[in-house]
């Protein structure tokens, strides 16, 4: 650890990820295997995760479940990874585990030569403190891929759920959809129903048949069609819940929560819990309207990013646009810059504060000035956030979930 406490470690950024469960088990084996008094609704896929794991969670809890939640990462504060009921784990509460992981850790390491990561402390963590509070469902998000995923430790799943695959982490996950999709299926255990959205057609391909090798029923969500929409939120246009506003921003929400939909119909939820999570379901930094003329969105990766352009269109058809953007130095930003950049659209560059793995602001803006883009660098946020406002434009903030933190910073701090 070059952290100075363990705290420290565990709450600073994870530079490299370190896939295998070999690990995670040594860490568990330690603190009594708490996973295996939990059962877990268990999400992989590439976008759309996070939504589909809120809209879940949201389900669940209004059918009367004591649900945790496991996602990463958080936006604001740390707690937000590990909740229940849509209530964060306390810092007492954290605090108490620290000390007790910290030990495992200790042991761990002295089994496998190898300290534990940030993500497994925190996986680790979370399995303690849902065993604890005996959850009825634990609500748990893959951190990258699926098979070699410290979450894949669990044996206890009732339902896979996977998400929309696009190409991304391809240097950990494998460079076409095909091999992209056999990471996320190692999720799919023996026996347990699986609900995925719609893939592509090599996607569903693979899914359908690591379900046969696993004697798993797959269940592809139906469709959802847009009805009306109300500012940035989609009203169902179709299904048995037509009419209602999901209440997280974005046309893509539908396929969201049309997979949100075919997981509580196998988890057998009747239409009251299943209305309510469509409609009170919190996922912030999603298309998220925070500031005037000011709207947030994590898309990080080509695939989101086409989500981003299709809101846009549909939202602010022929608006000007600002974009402050920052990434990670290993997605395809060339791919996300033209598409961003077909949208009549000038690019204020930024860093990611206090995170090893973003790109500089100025190698981020020599990229987008190759690909004939208006783009300059700045410095920090509240620089970058000003001259946006200045522009008259309509200020969009993406590349990065982790700049959602950046920005709610710079506002406080005003």
Avoid at 3 to 26: E, H
Avoid at 65 to 93: C, F, W
Avoid at 259 to 279: E, F, P, S
Wanted: net charge neutral.
């Amino acid at each position: 650890m070059k952290q100075a406490t363990f705290k420290g470690y565990a709450n600073s950024f994870q530079a490299i990820a370190r896939l295998g469960l070999a690990n995670i088990g040594a860490l568990l084996s330690h603190l009594d295997n708490p996973q295996d008094r939990l059962r877990f609704i268990h999400i992989a896929g590439t976008n759309g995760k996070g939504s589909v794991a809120a809209f879940l969670s949201c389900m669940l809890t209004k059918a009367g479940y004591k649900t945790g939640s496991y996602i990463s990462p958080n936006m604001l504060r740390v707690n937000e990874r590990i909740s229940i009921d849509g209530a964060a784990i306390t810092d007492d509460a954290m605090k108490r585990l620290f000390t007790r992981v910290e030990a495992a850790c200790v042991r761990a390491e002295a089994d496998t030569g190898v300290y534990p990561t940030q993500f497994e402390i925190w996986t680790a963590m979370a399995f303690c403190y849902f065993a604890g509070q005996e959850c009825d469902y634990v609500v748990l998000e893959t951190g990258l891929g699926g098979r070699r995923d410290a979450t894949n430790i669990v044996s206890t799943t009732e339902l896979a759920v996977i998400t929309h695959i696009a190409l991304d982490h391809m240097q950990y996950l494998g460079n076409t959809i095909e091999q992209i999709a056999g990471e996320k299926a190692g999720i799919i255990k023996p026996g347990v129903p699986v609900v995925s959205a719609r893939q592509e057609d090599g996607a569903a391909e693979v899914l359908r048949a690591a379900c046969a090798r696993q004697d798993s029923t797959l269940t592809f969500s139906k469709p959802v069609l847009p009805g009306d929409y109300d500012g940035i939120y989609e009203i169902l246009g179709s299904g048995g819940f037509a009419g209602i506003k999901l209440s997280l921003g974005g046309v893509n929400q539908l396929d969201n929560a049309a997979c949100a939909i075919a997981a509580a119909r196998a988890l057998k939820l009747d239409d009251g819990a299943i209305r309510y999570g469509l409609t009170h379901a919190a996922n912030p930094g999603r298309f998220e309207q925070v500031g005037e003329r000011t709207y947030f969105d994590g898309a990080h990766n080509p695939d989101g990013v086409a989500a981003l352009v299709r809101n846009l269109e549909r939202y602010f058809p022929g608006k000007e646009k600002a974009y402050i953007m920052a990434t990670m130095c290993d997605k395809d930003i060339r791919t996300s810059l033209r598409m961003l950049g077909a949208t009549q659209a000038k690019f204020y560059m930024v860093a990611v504060e206090e995170n090893e793995r973003s790109m500089p602001a100025d190698e981020l803006a020599r990229l987008a000035r190759e690909e004939g883009l208006a783009a300059k660098a700045y410095p920090s946020m509240r620089e970058a956030y000003a001259a946006a406002q200045k522009s008259g434009r309509l200020i969009i903030i993406c590349g990065s979930l982790y700049l959602y933190k950046d920005f709610y910073d710079m506002q406080e701090a005003k």
